[in-house]
């Protein structure tokens, strides 16, 4: 193989290896308030980590366990990224079926203020490629944080995870939203009962 | 005997984040040995931990034992030395929630249990939250309750009482890990609690210990004529003074002032049954571990306080304490008689660097035929057992009058 054949082939593995992450990252996007939080921050780490192979081996057993069902496309997703990783067919197919995104109700407050771990939060937002915007609301007494935009949002949410960690949140909800529309009924709650505390100047610019 | 899943997950204890070796050891509590170990192994894959190699291949082994997806050799990280070394204190400004919530534990939990609580310094795992982290080091017999059904059910009652504190579990006669060695040495006692229902003898001390102590009685055959008969069972939670850095074994060390855990405690309650060979004078100084490592003017009374049996501290006193310079009382006190606690040489060790250079006395003073000392002398090595091992307490009238009764109990239990 020659040094340009080498050189492409390893652009198409980490392009592959990317793309398996974007999947897994929608996915656990999309799982957000139907697996628990505790486990779902952890997924979130080990995909930001770097760690494919312990997600999938761990995702799809969970979703059996739990009796979790996937849509046809989150499915996909699944197959995109666990199933490329290695996870048995086996278990990718026996993951219960679900004909339509579950939708369970689920109530956010706003949360304007700005305390350390939310300025810290700021900080590392602003200063990340791509970001949009930052939101802060509460579901009970947890904080959720929510991004628009950002370029590798499953490494901006490993980040913040481990931000909030620091600060006391033993289970860190951060959903980084890489496109502009909320993939769920659940972040759509999210974004209506949020507090912006940050939007980036290039939305401005982009209005007028 | 421990369920060895558990055993693993003491291992890993400083490896992990605490609050993922607390789900795992929930999970080993309720039979869910295999999804324990999925969650642990993947954690530490994610992460690329290094383990040192016996710890690594008792996890691969584990894994593959309990059929989980991920090939574990395949996933973790090659193995590597241990190279963190964790370091813990014995107080922290949230001490007083702590031991408030440990006075609330139900009183099943506490029942042939001793409790130490030290206060981790430094982070675990690669998303760890905020520090000091609390650490709950339990005690228990070799035939007590097991390891990781006890560490669920106490951290779960400290939750509900709204304190995240890691709990480790311990077994008397098992080999202690480095980390675990640290944490003790560091650590407070809570001896409101009752003594242990039974200990193991050293005969009976399995692995490193055994090995161990077979080496030191080997290496100090020549040992004084007075100490021959110091067959002491382990203990566990006898702790020395702080020694933040692994030494290697020496004898030396063997004949060191040792004290086990709640022996305070169990000082107030001597039975008169107890074997006239063990009447030594009490301990010079009461003062708990931790606060012997704290400045304390000399000639200062110190009034040995019990954390779970005396009021709810204020914060204030270990401030006053500290300032007042009192840890030095250890120092001044009378020197123990024959088979006392304090070492040849009679002093306590003094503040952190006291570990630094043993005195001379103790230096030329080997351990006894049957006293090993291993815990804190430095062989830390993590071998497939474990890192370090434990000691056999040198004669302690305390101790062993302690020793017989729990032995005479666990006959009745």
């Given at each position: 193989?020659?040094?340009?054949?080498?050189?492409?082939?390893?652009?198409?593995?980490?392009?592959?290896?990317?793309?398996?992450?974007?999947?897994?990252?929608?996915?656990?996007?999309?799982?957000?308030?139907?697996?628990?939080?505790?486990?779902?921050?952890?997924?979130?780490?080990?995909?930001?980590?770097?760690?494919?192979?312990?997600?999938?081996?761990?995702?799809?057993?969970?979703?059996?366990?739990?009796?979790?069902?996937?849509?046809?496309?989150?499915?996909?997703?699944?197959?995109?990224?666990?199933g490329?990783?290695?996870?048995?067919?086996?278990?990718?197919?026996?993951?219960?079926?679900?004909?339509?995104?579950?939708?369970?109700?689920?109530?956010?407050?706003?949360?304007?203020?700005?305390?350390?771990?939310?300025?810290?939060?700021?900080?590392?937002?602003?200063?990340?490629?791509?970001?949009?915007?930052?939101?802060?609301?509460?579901?009970?007494?947890?904080?959720?944080?929510?991004?628009?935009?950002?370029?590798?949002?499953?490494?901006?949410?490993?980040?913040?995870?481990r931000?909030l960690?620091?600060?006391?949140?033993?289970?860190?909800?951060?959903?980084?939203l890489?496109?502009?529309?909320?993939?769920?009924?659940?972040h759509?709650?999210?974004?209506?009962?949020s507090?912006?505390?940050?939007?980036?100047?290039?939305?401005?610019?982009?209005a007028? | 005997?421990?369920?060895?899943?558990?055993e693993?997950?003491?291992?890993?204890?400083?490896?992990?984040?605490?609050?993922?070796?607390?789900?795992?050891?929930?999970?080993?509590?309720?039979?869910?040995?295999?999804?324990?170990?999925?969650?642990?192994?993947?954690?530490?894959?994610?992460?690329?931990?290094?383990?040192?190699?016996?710890?690594?291949?008792?996890?691969?082994?584990?894994?593959?034992?309990?059929?989980?997806?991920?090939?574990?050799?395949?996933?973790?990280?090659?193995?590597?030395?241990?190279?963190?070394?964790?370091?813990?204190?014995a107080?922290?400004?949230?001490?007083v929630?702590?031991?408030?919530?440990?006075?609330?534990?139900?009183?099943?939990?506490?029942?042939?249990?001793?409790?130490?609580?030290?206060?981790?310094?430094?982070?675990?795992?690669?998303?760890?939250?905020?520090?000091?982290?609390?650490?709950?080091?339990?005690?228990?017999?070799?035939?007590?309750?097991?390891?990781?059904?006890?560490?669920?059910?106490?951290?779960?009652?400290?939750?509900?009482?709204?304190?995240?504190?890691?709990?480790?579990?311990?077994?008397?006669?098992?080999?202690?890990?480095?980390y675990?060695?640290?944490?003790?040495?560091?650590?407070?006692?809570?001896?409101?609690?009752?003594p242990?229902?039974?200990?193991?003898?050293?005969?009976?001390?399995e692995?490193?210990v055994?090995?161990?102590?077979?080496?030191?009685?080997?290496?100090?055959?020549?040992?004084?004529?007075?100490?021959?008969?110091?067959?002491?069972?382990?203990?566990?939670?006898?702790?020395?003074?702080?020694?933040?850095?692994?030494?290697?074994m020496?004898?030396?060390?063997?004949?060191?002032?040792?004290?086990?855990?709640?022996?305070?405690?169990?000082?107030?309650?001597?039975?008169?049954?107890?074997?006239?060979?063990?009447?030594?004078?009490?301990?010079?100084?009461?003062?708990?571990?931790?606060?012997?490592?704290?400045?304390?003017?000399?000639?200062?009374?110190?009034?040995?306080?019990?954390?779970?049996?005396?009021?709810?501290?204020?914060e204030?006193?270990?401030?006053?304490?500290?300032?007042?310079?009192?840890?030095?009382?250890?120092?001044d006190?009378?020197p123990?008689?024959?088979?006392?606690?304090?070492?040849?040489?009679?002093?306590?060790?003094?503040p952190?660097?006291?570990?630094?250079?043993?005195?001379?006395?103790?230096?030329?003073?080997?351990?006894?035929?049957?006293?090993?000392?291993?815990?804190?002398?430095?062989?830390?090595?993590?071998?497939?057992?474990?890192?370090?091992?434990?000691?056999?307490?040198?004669?302690?009238?305390?101790?062993?009058?302690?020793?017989?009764?729990?032995?005479?109990?666990?006959?009745?239990?």
């Amino acid at each position: 193989m020659s040094a340009v054949g080498g050189r492409q082939q390893a652009e198409l593995a980490e392009s592959a290896g990317w793309v398996g992450t974007a999947l897994a990252h929608e996915l656990l996007l999309r799982l957000a308030g139907r697996l628990p939080g505790t486990l779902l921050w952890r997924l979130r780490e080990w995909l930001a980590a770097g760690g494919q192979s312990s997600v999938a081996a761990v995702l799809p057993r969970e979703l059996l366990r739990r009796r979790v069902g996937l849509t046809d496309e989150e499915r996909e997703l699944l197959i995109g990224s666990a199933g490329a990783w290695g996870a048995k067919p086996r278990l990718l197919d026996a993951v219960l079926p679900l004909p339509a995104p579950e939708e369970a109700p689920v109530l956010f407050a706003p949360d304007p203020v700005l305390d350390a771990a939310a300025l810290t939060a700021l900080a590392i937002v602003k200063s990340h490629p791509g970001t949009l915007e930052l939101h802060q609301a509460r579901r009970g007494g947890q904080r959720v944080l929510v991004v628009f935009g950002g370029d590798a949002p499953w490494l901006l949410t490993g980040t913040l995870q481990r931000i909030l960690r620091a600060h006391g949140d033993r289970t860190p909800c951060v959903e980084v939203l890489p496109n502009p529309d909320p993939p769920t009924a659940y972040h759509r709650a999210a974004v209506s009962g949020s507090a912006a505390l940050w939007r980036s100047p290039r939305l401005a610019t982009a209005a007028s | 005997m421990d369920d060895p899943i558990h055993e693993l997950l003491l291992r890993l204890a400083g490896r992990l984040d605490d609050d993922l070796l607390a789900d795992a050891r929930e999970l080993v509590a309720v039979g869910e040995d295999g999804h324990a170990l999925e969650l642990v192994t993947a954690a530490l894959a994610a992460d690329a931990t290094p383990l040192p190699p016996p710890v690594r291949a008792e996890l691969v082994n584990a894994a593959a034992a309990a059929r989980i997806d991920l090939d574990a050799d395949a996933a973790l990280a090659p193995a590597a030395p241990d190279t963190t070394a964790h370091r813990f204190s014995a107080t922290a400004d949230a001490d007083v929630p702590v031991v408030a919530a440990v006075r609330e534990l139900p009183n099943r939990l506490r029942e042939g249990v001793r409790l130490r609580l030290t206060w981790r310094q430094t982070p675990a795992g690669p998303a760890p939250t905020p520090l000091p982290q609390p650490v709950l080091l339990v005690e228990t017999a070799a035939d007590g309750r097991p390891g990781e059904v006890l560490a669920y059910q106490v951290g779960a009652a400290m939750a509900r009482s709204g304190v995240h504190v890691a709990v480790e579990v311990l077994t008397s006669g098992r080999p202690l890990t480095s980390y675990h060695a640290a944490a003790l040495r560091d650590s407070t006692p809570l001896s409101g609690d009752a003594p242990l229902r039974a200990a193991s003898p050293p005969e009976r001390v399995e692995s490193v210990v055994a090995e161990v102590v077979q080496q030191v009685t080997e290496s100090h055959r020549n040992a004084p004529p007075e100490d021959a008969h110091d067959e002491r069972p382990v203990d566990l939670f006898a702790v020395d003074e702080p020694a933040p850095r692994p030494v290697p074994m020496r004898g030396w060390q063997s004949g060191r002032r040792r004290r086990g855990f709640g022996e305070q405690a169990a000082e107030a309650e001597v039975d008169d049954d107890l074997p006239e060979a063990d009447e030594h004078e009490p301990l010079p100084s009461p003062v708990p571990l931790a606060r012997r490592t704290r400045p304390r003017p000399v000639g200062e009374v110190v009034e040995q306080s019990d954390a779970l049996l005396d009021p709810i501290p204020n914060e204030g006193t270990w401030t006053d304490e500290w300032a007042s310079g009192d840890w030095a009382l250890a120092e001044d006190a009378p020197p123990p008689g024959p088979g006392g606690l304090t070492a040849a040489g009679g002093s306590a060790p003094g503040p952190h660097g006291a570990t630094a250079a043993p005195s001379p006395a103790a230096a030329t003073r080997p351990c006894s035929s049957g006293a090993a000392s291993c815990f804190e002398d430095g062989d830390y090595q993590h071998t497939a057992a474990s890192a370090c091992a434990l000691r056999v307490l040198p004669g302690s009238g305390t101790i062993s009058g302690k020793s017989h009764r729990s032995q005479s109990r666990s006959g009745h239990s």
